[in-house]
Nanobody, 121 residues
Framework: EVQLVESGGGVVQPGGSLRLSCEVSGFTFSTAMMSWVRQAPGKGREWVSTITSGGRSTSYASFVQGRFTMSRDNAKNTLYLQMNSLRTEDTATYYC??????????????WGQGTQVTVSS
């Protein structure tokens, strides 16, 4: 059974930083391309970033390029998203996913609980 523990969200002022984590179990994490996606209130999920299975290559949506950094620790089955220079428009629930920028999908049969990020002054 796949289990996800997404954490690290919170309330932060514009310009602030947060580091999200996603710990995965019951899944072949170390061989999977992984992504972060987000869902803002009233909107659909959108792709944020992708990392290859070994962690050597990452890609980012244009709206987070240069501000967010994705990484992974395969020994800990954990995905990370370092978010800097946060903007109000980054407010969303963030989810970890498997697959790439055009093929992302839930790690298991359904989405995890996500972690809420609120950027507000």
């Amino acid at each position: 059974e796949v289990q996800l523990v997404e954490s690290g969200g919170g309330v932060v002022q514009p310009g602030g930083s947060l580091r999200l984590s996603c710990e995965v179990s019951g899944f072949t994490f170390s061989t999977a391309m992984m992504s972060w996606v987000r869902q803002a209130p009233g909107k659909g999920r959108e792709w944020v970033s992708t990392i290859t299975s070994g962690g050597r290559s990452t890609s980012y949506a244009s709206f987070v390029q240069g501000r967010f950094t994705m990484s992974r620790d395969n020994a800990k089955n954990t995905l990370y998203l370092q978010m800097n220079s946060l903007r109000t428009e980054d407010t969303a629930t963030y989810y970890c996913a498997t697959g790439g920028s055009s093929s992302w999908r839930p790690v298991g049969e359904s989405w995890g609980q996500g972690t809420q990020v609120t950027v507000s002054s």
